[in-house]
């Protein structure tokens, strides 16, 4: 079983004077975080100051751009041209870069958020445009992609540096997708729960499904949503579990 593994989680979702989310508690416990950009939630004071946050505790910076659908929180499918999808996530990066090079650092990481990861997941055209538009504004992001999909697929394609995710916090149907957010079953909001069966994936080296199957592949990286009320508990609990397994928690290096 791996002895070092990423932890990350969305973050920088408030907007304006609308909190969402315990981004400075988070903090202490990820090693990596992914931070909104403006469209389906956060703004530029937001994503300021999460950055300000992340770099003060030594966490990794990434860009988590996604539809723009502020109301439906990134989470409603939306249909966009080529050269659209192009636009909107070089963008959203195009503002996370700035905002990093403002402080002297750079960004580590691009994850798809919501609805444009899920449609991406199963659209090879899809997510192969999404990231040549963000490799093409920094050739060097890790992108952080959905095992076994086609997000998998277009990064390797593109030749482009990749880490495998899991989630703590959501269940997987048997293709490796994504449980429905409709289901009642599709989020873990027992922390217990969650941490035990990460572990649990970590040393069988597959994703758990919720019929049962277990699904190889590597994993990289285990995110947590820092929106969900059982976030921080969730988290730390995670963190033990993984402590207590001999598996150090810190940020890619290579």
Sequence with gaps: MTKTIDLNADMGESFGPWPMGNDAALLKIVSSANIACGFHAGDPSTMARTMDLALAAGVALGAHPGFADLQGFGRRRITLSGAELTHMIQYQLGAAMALAQ???A???????HGALSNMACEDLEMATTCYRAALAVQPDLRLVVMPETALAQ???DLGAAWAAEVFADRTYADDGTLTDRNRPDAMIHDPAVAAARIVAMLRDGAITTTGGKRLPT??????????????????????????????????PTA
Excluded: Y
């Excluded at 750079?106 to 798809?112: D, I, S």
């Design 106 to 112: 750079r960004l580590a990481h691009f994850k798809l």
């Design 154 to 156: 277009a990064a390797t």
């Design 102 to 104: 403002a402080r002297g």
């Design 218 to 251: 590597r994993i990289d990286t285990i995110c947590v949503h820092g929106d969900g009320a059982e976030a921080l508990a969730i988290a730390g609990q995670l963190a033990a579990a993984l402590a207590d397994a001999g598996i150090r928690i810190a940020a």
